[in-house]
């Protein structure tokens, strides 16, 4: 019950710009690993450190790697926690169903707030921020 109101908490103050602060205690990348294994994140997710499996729907949904934009600690948090609430356009249809919500499993229920924790940590550290090219040139 702690689990569902924290994440409730999470995701009512994730709309709300007072929450911008927002931060959870560190996590730990090598848990955060564990815990994507257990539950089975490489059957539609692949990462840099551990295979794909490909499970029912064969999806290859790729995370981490080289990115203009930082994905921040709270946008990998909504993700986990709400995978509906912004769905990539380029997987939106082979990652939706019907009613337009992600095929993503809720682990709200299964998962401990410090699971959570470290799964993001790891998440986190599997992205590469790559500056964006400028046609600034120095003064010589």
């Given at each position: ?23 959870l205690p560190e996590g730990d990348i090598e848990n ?37 934009k930082l994905k921040s600690y709270g946008d990998l948090v909504t ?62």
């Amino acid at each position: 019950m702690v689990i569902i109101l924290l994440c409730g908490g999470l995701l009512i103050s994730s709309c709300n710009q007072q929450a911008r602060g927002f931060a959870l205690p560190e996590g730990d990348i090598e848990n955060g690993k564990v815990t994507y294994k257990k539950l089975a994140c490489f059957e539609c997710h692949n990462i840099s450190q551990i295979d794909w499996k490909g499970g029912s729907d064969n999806l290859n949904i790729p995370l981490g790697g080289k990115l203009s934009k930082l994905k921040s600690y709270g946008d990998l948090v909504t993700s986990v926690i709400n995978p509906s609430h912004k769905l990539a356009r380029s997987y939106e249809q082979k990652t939706t169903k019907k009613d337009g919500h992600s095929k993503m499993k809720s682990y709200n229920e299964v998962m401990t707030v410090q699971e959570l924790i470290d799964l993001v940590t790891f998440l986190q550290s599997e992205y590469d921020i790559i500056a964006p090219p400028t046609h600034y040139h120095p003064y010589n």
